[in-house]
């Protein structure tokens, strides 16, 4: 299984940002993704899920109505679209297969560092 997130970057406070991540290693089209974060100091914290069709998707609280996630199976791509960003969103964000609780093989990441 490889997971290579992109798209991060420096923000300003309201601004967007769209976050990437190619996987590869399994059968993608086949499971749920799911996208997390990692605040400095803080444990991972659940941000989207977007089942296996790209139908259903769920948000936490703290991103809804900001964050669109979508998936293009073709392409074995997960998408995370961040809008009207705050400074906490600022954290290292990741994707994996769905349970993401049970996931170990986890890619690098990509930081997203929001300024106000």
């Not at 290579?4 to 798209?7: F, I, N, R, T």
């Given at each position: 299984v490889q997971l290579?997130?992109?798209?991060g970057g420096l923000v300003q406070l309201g601004g967007s940002l769209r976050l990437s991540c190619a996987a590869s290693g399994f059968t993608f089209s086949s499971y749920?993704?799911?996208?997390?974060?990692?605040?400095?100091?803080?444990?991972?914290?659940?941000?989207s899920d977007i089942n296996s069709g790209g139908d259903k998707t769920s948000y936490a609280y703290?991103?809804?109505?900001?964050?669109?996630?979508?998936?293009?199976?073709?392409?074995n791509t997960v998408y995370l679209q961040m809008n009207d960003l705050e400074p906490d969103d600022t954290?290292?964000?990741y994707c994996a297969p769905s349970p993401w609780s049970s996931f170990d093989s986890w890619g690098r990441g990509t930081q997203v560092t929001v300024s106000s």
């Open positions: 290579v997130e992109s798209g749920s993704m799911t996208w997390v974060r990692q605040a400095p100091g803080k444990t991972l914290e659940w941000v703290s991103v809804y109505g900001r964050f669109i996630i979508s998936r293009d199976n073709a392409e954290a290292v964000y």
